[in-house]
C-alpha cells in the first residue's frame, strides 16, 4: 500500500515570496490533516479536511495561508507571503476516519526554509 | 492551557533503564489517545493506542486516567534504539476527529 505523498521534500524561499506545497494521501482517506512542525516542539495543526470540506482551520493563519482540497482526494498548502516564522516541516495526514481509534499515517514532510 | 501537556524532557537513561512519561490533556470529552514515536528528521508514526483498561506491547506500556486527564507510557529494559521523541495525542471525535499533539518528550538512551 502507498503511503502518505509530500512534495516537495525541501524549500529554500525568500521572505515574502510564496510557496505551496502539495499532499497525496493514502487511497480511501477521507480525512486529511495539514501540520506545522517548528523544530523542537510537537506538531500544530493547521487544517482538517473531511473530503473536500474543512473540518477545522481554526489555527490557520488565514492572512498568508491557504489550503484545498477540491476533489477531496490532493491537497495543496499554500503560503503567501512568507515570513521567517514559517520555517518549519509541514506534514500532511490521513486517516480512513472511520473510528475513534483509527491511526493517522504520516508523509515524510516538506521542509520549508524562509531565509 | 494548552490542550496537550507532556513531561518536557529529554530523558537521558542507560540501556536496561526503565522509563516513564506523563502527558496530561485539557479537554474531558476526548475519547482515544495515542502515542506517535518521531525520529530525528523523520515523520511521527504510531507507536500505541491507549485504551481505558491500559494495554501493552511488549516492553512498552499504556495507561490512561480519564478521571485525572492523564496518560502515560512505560518502557521497560529500554534499548539504543528507543531513542526518539514520544509524542502524546489525543483525538476529539466529536469535532471530527481533530488530532492534537502534545510537544513531545525527547528519549535519549545511553550505552
Known amino acids: 500500500e502507498a503511503g502518505v505523498a509530500q512534495s516537495p521534500r525541501y524549500k529554500i524561499i525568500e521572505k515574502r515570496q510564496s510557496v505551496a506545497f502539495w499532499c497525496n494521501p493514502i487511497?480511501?482517506?477521507?480525512?486529511l490533516y495539514w501540520y506545522q512542525q517548528i523544530l523542537g516542539q510537537g506538531p500544530k495543526l493547521l487544517i482538517q479536511?473531511?473530503?473536500?470540506?474543512?473540518?477545522?482551520d481554526s489555527q490557520l493563519p488565514k492572512d498568508r495561508f491557504s489550503a484545498e482540497r477540491l476533489k477531496g482526494v490532493d491537497s495543496t498548502l499554500k503560503i503567501q507571503p512568507a515570513k521567517l516564522e514559517d520555517s518549519a516541516v509541514y506534514l500532511c495526514?490521513?486517516?480512513?476516519?472511520?473510528?475513534?481509534?483509527?491511526?493517522?499515517?504520516f508523509g515524510q514532510g516538506t521542509r520549508l526554509t524562509v531565509v | 492551557r494548552k490542550e496537550v501537556e507532556q513531561d518536557p524532557g529529554p530523558f537521558n537513561v542507560p540501556e536496561g533503564a526503565t522509563v516513564a512519561f506523563n502527558c496530561t490533556y485539557s479537554?474531558?470529552?476526548?475519547?482515544?489517545f495515542f502515542w506517535y514515536r518521531q525520529d530525528c528528521r523523520k515523520e511521527p508514526k504510531l507507536l500505541m493506542s491507549?485504551?481505558?483498561s491500559g494495554n501493552e506491547d511488549g516492553r512498552f506500556t499504556a495507561q490512561l486516567n480519564r478521571a485525572s486527564q492523564y496518560i502515560s507510557l512505560l518502557i521497560r529494559d529500554s534499548k539504543l534504539s528507543d531513542s526518539a521523541t514520544y509524542l502524546c495525542?489525543?483525538?476529539?471525535?466529536?469535532?471530527?476527529?481533530?488530532?492534537?499533539f502534545g510537544q513531545g518528550t525527547e528519549l535519549s538512551v545511553k550505552p
Open positions: 495526514a490521513s486517516t480512513t476516519g472511520a473510528g475513534i481509534r483509527t491511526e493517522a499515517f
Open positions: 487511497s480511501g482517506h477521507a480525512t
Open positions: 479536511f473531511q473530503n473536500n470540506g474543512v473540518v477545522d
Open positions: 479537554n474531558s470529552a476526548s475519547q482515544s
Open positions: 491507549v485504551y481505558s
Open positions: 495525542v489525543v483525538n476529539d471525535y466529536n469535532q471530527g476527529g481533530k488530532l492534537i
